[in-house]
T-cell receptor, first 111, second 114 residues
Framework: SQQGEEDPQALSIQEGENATMNCSYK?????LQWYRQNSGRGLVHLIL?????REKHSGRLRVTLDTSKKSSSLLITASRAADTASYFC???????????FGKGTHLIIQP | KAGVTQTPRYLIKTRGQQVTLSCSPI?????VSWYQQTPGQGLQFLFE???????NKGNFPGRFSGRQFSNSRSEMNVSTLELGDSALYLC?????????????FGPGTRLLVL
């Protein structure tokens, strides 16, 4: 069963614009991770944010985490055509369920 | 450092058959997890192996099984295949530390059951 819910399900923007995706989850977590998937291929790990962190940066990526609202956001700045992919949030509750993924946001960057 | 590899990349089977998928983790990683991805259910956790022992298990029927070898390579087996088993099967490896570690995914095996 899915714990995370990404919003929006699909997003289309112009190259150079910023893209923001949101993720909500239901139970307590140890950390939350964001992954990218191109055309049904393997998942590429983007960033991990721990439950005691509020914000994290990696290159053009900025992730925030609000544990009181059980939500996270992923911001991609200055988008490029190569950023076209599906983005998933995954929660790690530290239990026996492995990573629990949302259904993803499909991002399309228009040149 | 070589990434996670999975073989085969594509597979076509018929209902009732069984299938074995293989995953080689990143060198030094002792944990291997398996996930099933379908359009309807999304990504779902199957099981995790660590040091040749199943450490965690998702909510899948007993037709789905796995094992891990002493070199950390893992295999996943699905018996009595059903049409609904058609999916992308992904494995992920990690060091095996319990607290908040990154999982590195392979390219997946795409299984089609006819």
């Amino acid at each position: 069963s899915q714990q995370g819910e990404e919003d929006p399900q699909a997003l289309s923007i112009q190259e150079g614009e910023n893209a923001t995706m949101n993720c909500s989850y239901k139970t307590s977590i140890n950390n939350l991770q964001w992954y990218r998937q191109n055309s049904g291929r393997g998942l590429v790990h983007l960033i991990l944010i721990r439950s005691n962190e509020r914000e994290k940066h990696s290159g053009r990526l900025r992730v925030t985490l609000d544990t009181s609202k059980k939500s996270s956001s992923l911001l991609i700045t200055a988008s490029r055509a190569a950023d076209t992919a599906s983005y998933f949030c995954a929660t790690d509750g530290g239990g026996a369920d492995g990573l629990t993924f949302g259904k993803g946001t499909h991002l399309i960057i228009q040149p | 450092k070589a990434g996670v590899t999975q073989t085969p990349r594509y597979l076509i089977k018929t209902r009732g058959q069984q299938v074995t998928l293989s995953c080689s983790p990143i060198s030094g990683h002792r944990s291997v997890s398996w996930y099933q991805q379908t359009p309807g259910q999304g990504l779902q956790f199957l099981f995790e192996y660590f040091s040749e022992t199943q450490r965690n298990k998702g909510n899948f029927p007993g037709r789905f099984s796995g094992r891990q070898f002493s070199n950390s390579r893992s295999e996943m087996n699905v018996s009595t295949l059903e049409l609904g088993d058609s999916a992308l099967y992904l494995c992920a490896s990690s060091r095996g530390d319990r607290e908040g570690e990154t999982q590195y995914f392979g390219p997946g095996t795409r299984l089609l059951v006819l």
